[in-house]
C-alpha cells in the first residue's frame, strides 16, 4: 500500500475527526463524578474485605491478640 502524501492524510484526519462526537462540558462533569463515586466504593469495600480476611486469618492462628 502507497503512503499518501502529506496533504491527503491531513484531510484524511481532518475528515475521521469530524466524525467523532465529542461529550459535553456536562456529560464530562457527571462521567468524571460517577467514575470518583465508582473508585470510593470500590475501595471501600476492599477495605472492609481485608479487614474481614484478615481478622479470619488472625482468629485460624491464633495470633490476634
Do not use: C, H
Request: positive net charge.
Amino acid at each position: 500500500m502507497a503512503k499518501p502524501n502529506p496533504a491527503v492524510f491531513m484531510r484524511q484526519v481532518r475528515q475521521e475527526v469530524s466524525k467523532v462526537t465529542w461529550p459535553t462540558r456536562k456529560e464530562t462533569g457527571v462521567t468524571t463524578a460517577m467514575v470518583f463515586v465508582m473508585v470510593t466504593l470500590a475501595s471501600v469495600f476492599f477495605l472492609i474485605v481485608d479487614k474481614l480476611i484478615s481478622l479470619g486469618v488472625q482468629y485460624i492462628l491464633g495470633i490476634g491478640g
